[in-house]
């Protein structure tokens, strides 16, 4: 039977795998059949200290999945052109402390807080929902909103986080929003 947290540790470790591999090296194709090589840069791991001390001192709920992700790394960068760079950053704890002072004034932040910057999205965990034990507790919003307008991605880090991997850094959350009628003009 598959626990919370399970499906990080597959993924992180396959990822970890196909780069090692290959060089630290993965050759991507993007949309509209853009190829390129990218690479992915992962942080020390957190303890079970750091994320005890991050949950006590800003009074937010880390879910189990997320722990989990931390634990193998505290923060990250995924599919970063090696000529351009990239803009797939996963916070550190340290990251998200910065991220909720920046926010504090934001209507609706008491319940949410950022945790990766995606392309001009922000990835957001609603506390509240994790504290609530719901299941779909993930949510985005476009960097410039504020936290209340975050919309429900209707999943969990971990599910998110396994389909981010197998879309190679794309915006699945964004595909619905695309048909054959308006795709070429958006």
Known sequence: ??????????????????????????????????????????????SDTDIHNFEKETGYVLPSD????????????????????GEAIFYS???????????????????????????????????????QQKANYLFWKDHIDQLKDSEPLRMNFELWLDRFIMCQGEKFWWWPIYTASNYYDL
Request: charged residues 25%.
């Open 66 to 85: 997320y722990k989990e992700f931390l634990k193998l790394t505290d923060g990250c960068r995924l599919f970063d052109d090696v000529n351009y760079g």
């Open 1 to 46: 039977m598959i626990t919370k947290g399970d499906i990080v540790k597959q993924t992180i470790s396959s990822l970890k795998k196909r780069l090692s591999e290959n060089d630290n090296i993965l050759q991507i194709q993007a949309n509209s059949g853009y190829v390129y090589n990218a690479t992915c840069t992962f942080n020390a791991p957190a």
């Open 93 to 131: 704890l340290d990251m998200i402390r910065q991220a909720i002072d920046k926010n504090r004034n934001d209507e609706g932040f008491e319940d949410h807080y950022e945790i990766a910057y995606i392309y001009q999205d922000n990835i957001v965990i609603n506390s509240k929902l994790v504290s």
